[in-house]
């Protein structure tokens, strides 16, 4: 209701990335380690849009873990290798139940940059 969990609020996150401006088609990758098994895994890609009725840039967050399955911003994994990219938010979230331990790609993807460039802010944290 309202109320600040401390607990959480200052758990040490794995990475926070100022990401740099992407145009159409960049890219931008960096790796999380998660050190211990078990816990939730959660990345945040956040960004601000320009005013628009729909979003005006999309930026896209794939993440794959360390046995090679993909995961995308506000959807399910993807055991088939078919991505379901978000195209209507610019807050997109992965969250693994149960994180395998390991090295942890993300990607930032640019699909679309009418207004460039983009820049991004990540953020990662185990709970």
């Known amino acids: 209701l309202g109320r600040v969990n401390l607990d959480r609020s200052t758990t040490r996150p794995l990475a926070t990335i100022d990401g740099p401006g992407l145009k159409t088609g960049g890219k931008s990758t960096c790796t999380v380690k998660v050190p211990a098994a078990n816990k939730t895994l959660r990345i945040a890609l956040c960004y601000s849009d320009f005013p628009g009725a729909t979003l005006i840039n999309n930026l ?8 090679g399955r993909r995961y ?11 991505l379901a990219l978000d195209a209507t938010n610019n807050v997109e979230v992965v969250q693994v139940t149960k994180a395998k331990t390991g090295h942890w790609t993300v990607d930032v993807v640019a699909s679309n940059v009418s207004v460039s460039p983009q820049d991004f802010a990540l953020a990662a944290v185990l709970v």
């Open 72 to 82: 995308v911003g506000n959807q399910s994994s993807s055991a088939s290798g078919t």
């Open 60 to 67: 896209n967050l794939i993440v794959t873990d360390p046995g």
